[in-house]
């Protein structure tokens, strides 16, 4: 397992940007596929973006498609979540997760997991 540490969070107006960071430690960056997921109040955990260990494949939801960019720098073994036009509802606590089998998993699923970062975007 690796710890992750998740890191940017904090309050913006709609239409503004943000970028997450997920710093991985404790264990080996390469071979993890990683991404986030997302919890806004009384909802559930849900899908945001993942990519594979090397970069070469990403996932986005429908909802984060087109505004989100997830990205990875395995020589700094960290994770990036380039969020922009925010908008209200993308107020959440936002997770960092990893796993070294697939970077298509159900929530359940995935290894690992950060502690989370919470983003408000304002109307």
């Known amino acids: 397992q690796v710890q992750l540490v998740e890191s940017g969070g904090g309050l913006v107006q709609a239409g503004g940007s943000l970028r997450l960071s997920c710093a991985a430690s404790?264990?080996?960056?390469?071979?993890?596929?990683m991404g986030w997921f997302r919890q806004a109040p009384g909802k559930e955990r849900e899908f945001v973006a993942t990519?594979?260990?090397?970069?070469?494949?990403?996932y986005y939801a429908r909802s984060t498609q087109g505004r989100f960019t997830i990205a990875r720098d395995n020589a700094k073994n960290t994770m990036y979540l380039q969020m922009r036009s925010l908008k209200p509802e993308d107020t959440a606590v936002y997770y960092c997760?990893?796993?070294?089998?697939?970077?298509?998993?159900?929530?359940?699923?995935?290894?690992?997991w950060g502690q989370g970062t919470q983003v408000t975007v304002s109307s």
């Open positions: 404790g264990g080996t960056f390469v071979g993890l596929n």
């Open positions: 997760v990893a796993d070294p089998t697939s970077a298509v998993l159900t929530t359940d699923q995935w290894r690992d």
């Open positions: 990519i594979t260990w090397n970069g070469g494949d990403t």
